[in-house]
């Protein structure tokens, strides 16, 4: 059996508060720290949120939800098919 190589991978992540309960509704935006190239999506009540299919490279992921201060990751290194979480 052949498989396909592929280059992409994937940044996910669980959006939960000081105490543990889930941050439905936050926005969670992963950023590409060479082209500045930004995506974004919105926490779903389980709390996990991924962005699939990402190309290798060095990202921040910044979190965003009403009440909360934000919360920013940087320097984030994703390497061809790496699962980042």
């Known amino acids: 059996m052949v498989y396909a190589q592929t280059s992409s ?3 996910s ?3 939960v ?3 543990g309960g889930v941050v439905a509704g936050a926005e ?3 950023i590409n720290q060479q082209t500045g190239v930004a995506r974004k999506t ?3 009540p389980n709390g996990n949120f991924i ?3 990402v190309q290798p490279g060095t990202f921040k992921v910044v979190v965003q939800a009403a009440g909360y201060k934000e ?3 940087v320097n984030l ?3 061809a098919s790496q699962n980042l979480s």
């Open 9 to 11: 991978g994937t940044i």
């Open 13 to 15: 992540g669980r959006i």
């Open 17 to 19: 508060d000081q105490i």
């Open 28 to 30: 969670v935006q992963l």
């Open 42 to 44: 919105q926490v779903p």
């Open 51 to 53: 962005f699939p299919v």
């Open 71 to 73: 919360l920013q990751k």
């Open 77 to 79: 290194r994703l390497s």
